[in-house]
């Protein structure tokens, strides 16, 4: 009989399936799946052999049964599908507020989706993280305005691209940041959630609400249901739950989550796509209206708004600032060091106590016997702040900073925290030679290091023979030892040495990736008083912020590097 090397076929497959050694191998190539196509081929193995004589005619019992009672239970979904699509169109309402965004406020889970989508100039989401507004709105913006948004230093104005009609939209981007809704408020309740995917068996109703005063004006029901394919594909396997963890083994049929939609009759689903638009009466965008959207007269303030919120914020910022100037705390003021240095001629005044509580805060973190080495203050957020901003201070405001700073730069593991104020901390200029020459050699060659005493050097702009004659050898050895980023900290260091014919005469060991790169320092581009590429690499082992005076002068540009714009 046909059908018996496809049977012994699927019990192997079972049977491996169900001892994770071997099964973990046929969940790699989904064995589930496979295992649910074998047993489509004997079921089918077993009709042709009952048909043609031979095996039994018993055995036509099995494809029969299976199949017949699958379509059996395939004719009953669709009917009660049929029945709660009519049963709900009988009762959905239709429009039940003529919503106008002049005397009313949209209040919904999903905002920033809808109004990508729907003719609604503002819609409003509940998040308690921002405060004291409580809610963040979202806006559809024509890309003009979009480009010029100057955003915050605490993540509270966010841009972000739109898709719609499967492409995206060039000329739009949806604008999101804090705000309380001015007008009396039409919410939106959902009930399950919208990210709540469990289904029941059989049909599960979800409920909108459109709710205004505590008062529901309307209820639009939907159903949802585990549907069944048209034709019965099978998997049956076992494989890995991480959740538990456990090995799993499980059987059925792939379904897929069908909604029913219980839209009223005369209703144009191209015009009204969901429940809200529906109730509220706003219109789903046309196929190619955001191609020429010019916005909503109730936004053409709005950068006006978001410079009052920007401004506002940098004001917390250094409110911050002074806090933790005269003792005290960030109180969980994020990136303090980032948002000062946003505007560099406000922070500048601040040098001398910056550098004053800094040593402060370093001299209470000296190691003694009973206390771990450098464990304290370096784990909080103050101390962090104050060395980003001295880090980020012009060159004429630094120097008469930079020997306290140099100091500090040489306690025990500073680069490890502070990478950017051990950077500028080389500002000071020769005397800090011998220091940062001793750490560069302590890095072994051939091993991974970092390069922070390497551009260090770089930006102290001399070094004795020894040193660059070991500087040569490093910078020769195979580039694969090494991470990203090290040979090009090599590269500037010795260029700004004079370097520059040992450099070229070398070009073929150099990396292939950075070679435009280095055709542009070579001719001349991105030279800054510092040093060529103002010293610093475009990889920088580390996620510290690096402020403009850190940047790297050159930039990619489409037709190779440019220089940084000022």
């Given at each position: 009989?046909?059908?018996?090397?496809?049977?012994?076929?699927?019990?192997?497959?079972?049977?491996?399936?169900?001892f994770p050694l071997t099964g973990v191998f046929l969940m790699i190539v989904a064995g589930a799946l496979i295992t649910g196509l074998v047993v489509h081929v004997v079921l089918v193995l077993m009709a042709f052999d009952?048909?043609?004589?031979?095996?039994?005619?018993?055995?036509?019992?099995?494809?029969?049964?299976?199949?017949?009672?699958?379509?059996?239970?395939?004719?009953?979904?669709?009917?009660?599908?049929?029945?709660?699509?009519?049963?709900?169109?009988?009762?959905?309402?239709?429009?039940?507020?003529?919503?106008?965004?002049?005397?009313?406020?949209?209040?919904?889970?999903?905002?920033?989706?809808?109004?990508?989508?729907?003719?609604?100039?503002?819609?409003?989401?509940?998040?308690?993280?921002?405060?004291?507004?409580?809610?963040?709105?979202?806006?559809?913006?024509?890309?003009?305005?979009?480009?010029?948004?100057?955003?915050?230093?605490?993540?509270?104005?966010?841009?972000?691209?739109?898709?719609?009609?499967?492409?995206?939209?060039?000329?739009?981007?949806?604008?999101?940041?804090?705000?309380?809704?001015?007008?009396?408020?039409?919410?939106?309740?959902?009930?399950?959630?919208?990210?709540?995917?469990?289904?029941?068996?059989?049909?599960?109703?979800?409920?909108?609400?459109?709710?205004?005063?505590?008062?529901?004006?309307?209820?639009?029901?939907?159903?949802?249901?585990?549907?069944?394919?048209?034709?019965?594909?099978?998997?049956?396997?076992?494989?890995?739950?991480?959740?538990?963890?456990?090995?799993?083994?499980?059987?059925?049929?792939?379904?897929?989550?069908?909604?029913?939609?219980?839209?009223?009759?005369?209703?144009?689903?191209?015009?009204?796509?969901?429940?809200?638009?529906?109730?509220?009466?706003?219109?789903?965008?046309?196929?190619?209206?955001?191609?020429?959207?010019?916005?909503?007269?109730?936004?053409?303030?709005?950068?006006?708004?978001?410079?009052?919120?920007?401004?506002?914020?940098?004001?917390?910022?250094?409110?911050?600032?002074?806090?933790?100037?005269?003792?005290?705390?960030?109180?969980?003021?994020?990136?303090?060091?980032?948002?000062?240095?946003?505007?560099?001629?406000?922070?500048?005044?601040?040098?001398?106590?910056?550098?004053?509580?800094?040593?402060?805060?370093?001299?209470?973190?000296?190691?003694?016997?009973?206390?771990?080495?450098?464990?304290?203050?370096?784990?909080?957020?103050?101390?962090?702040?104050?060395?980003?901003?001295?880090?980020?201070?012009?060159?004429?405001?630094?120097?008469?900073?930079?020997?306290?700073?140099?100091?500090?730069?040489?306690?025990?593991?500073?680069?490890?925290?502070?990478?950017?104020?051990?950077?500028?901390?080389?500002?000071?200029?020769?005397?800090?030679?011998?220091?940062?020459?001793?750490?560069?050699?302590?890095?072994?060659?051939?091993?991974?290091?970092?390069?922070?005493?390497?551009?260090?050097?770089?930006?102290?702009?001399?070094?004795?023979?020894?040193?660059?004659?070991?500087?040569?050898?490093?910078?020769?050895?195979?580039?694969?030892?090494?991470?990203?980023?090290?040979?090009?900290?090599?590269?500037?260091?010795?260029?700004?040495?004079?370097?520059?014919?040992?450099?070229?005469?070398?070009?073929?060991?150099?990396?292939?990736?950075?070679?435009?790169?280095?055709?542009?320092?070579?001719?001349?581009?991105?030279?800054?008083?510092?040093?060529?590429?103002?010293?610093?690499?475009?990889?920088?082992?580390?996620?510290?912020?690096?402020?403009?005076?850190?940047?790297?002068?050159?930039?990619?540009a489409r037709n190779g590097w440019e220089d940084r714009p000022k």
């Open positions: 009989m046909t059908f018996l090397k496809p049977f012994y076929l699927l019990l192997a497959l079972i049977a491996l399936q169900l009952a048909l043609t004589r031979r095996g039994p005619a018993w055995l036509l019992l099995f494809p029969a049964l299976f199949y017949g009672g699958y379509y059996l239970r395939y004719a009953q979904q669709e009917r009660e599908i049929a029945r709660v699509s009519n049963d709900l169109s009988a009762t959905n309402p239709k429009r039940i507020l003529d919503f106008d965004p002049d005397a009313h406020s949209l209040v919904m889970k999903d905002a920033g989706g809808f109004v990508s989508a729907h003719d609604v100039p503002v819609a409003y989401t509940v998040n308690k993280n921002f405060q004291p507004e409580g809610h963040l709105s979202y806006r559809l913006i024509p890309r003009a305005q979009c480009d010029a948004v100057k955003k915050d230093t605490q993540a509270r104005i966010q841009t972000w691209g739109v898709h719609a009609d499967g492409v995206f939209q060039k000329g739009v981007c949806q604008l999101q940041f804090p705000q309380a809704p001015p007008h009396p408020v039409v919410s939106v309740v959902v009930t399950p959630d919208l990210n709540d995917y469990r289904l029941k068996p059989g049909v599960n109703i979800r409920t909108t609400e459109i709710v205004v005063d505590g008062r529901i004006l309307g209820v639009y029901r939907t159903g949802m249901i585990s549907r069944l394919p048209n034709f019965p594909w099978l998997y049956a396997g076992c494989a890995l739950n991480s959740g538990r963890p456990a090995w799993e083994c499980d059987w059925g049929v792939m379904r897929s989550r069908f909604t029913i939609e219980g839209r009223p009759a005369g209703v144009d689903p191209s015009l009204y796509d969901t429940p809200v638009a529906l109730m509220l009466g706003i219109r789903k965008y046309p196929l190619g209206a955001l191609k020429d959207f010019r916005g909503f007269p109730q936004n053409a303030d709005v950068l006006d708004a978001l410079e009052r919120d920007r401004l506002n914020v940098e004001d917390q910022a250094f409110d911050a600032l002074e806090r933790v100037l005269a003792g005290g705390q960030t109180e969980g003021f994020l990136n303090l060091g980032y948002a000062v240095t946003q505007n560099p001629a406000r922070l500048e005044p601040y040098a001398e106590r910056m550098a004053q509580r800094l040593m402060e805060l370093e001299a209470a973190d000296a190691p003694t016997p009973g206390k771990p080495e450098r464990w304290r203050n370096s784990r909080r957020d103050e101390p962090r702040a104050l060395a980003t901003a001295i880090s980020s201070l012009s060159p004429q405001a630094f120097a008469l900073l930079a020997a306290r700073m140099f100091a500090l730069a040489q306690r025990d593991h500073f680069w490890e925290e502070y990478e950017a104020l051990y950077l500028r901390a080389a500002d000071v200029g020769p005397p800090a030679l011998d220091f940062y020459k001793a750490a560069f050699l302590e890095r072994q060659p051939g091993r991974s290091y970092d390069s922070l005493p390497v551009l260090a050097l770089c930006r102290i702009g001399i070094a004795d023979p020894a040193l660059v004659a070991e500087m040569k050898a490093r910078y020769l050895l195979p580039d694969k030892s090494r991470p990203e980023g090290q040979q090009a900290a090599l590269f500037l260091a010795l260029m700004n040495f004079g370097e520059t014919d040992f450099l070229r005469a070398n070009e073929a060991l150099a990396p292939s990736r950075d070679r435009t790169w280095r055709e542009a320092l070579y001719a001349g581009k991105g030279r800054t008083p510092v040093g060529p590429n103002n010293c610093m690499t475009e990889q920088w082992g580390s996620i510290a912020y690096r402020s403009a005076i850190l940047q790297p002068a050159l930039v990619r």
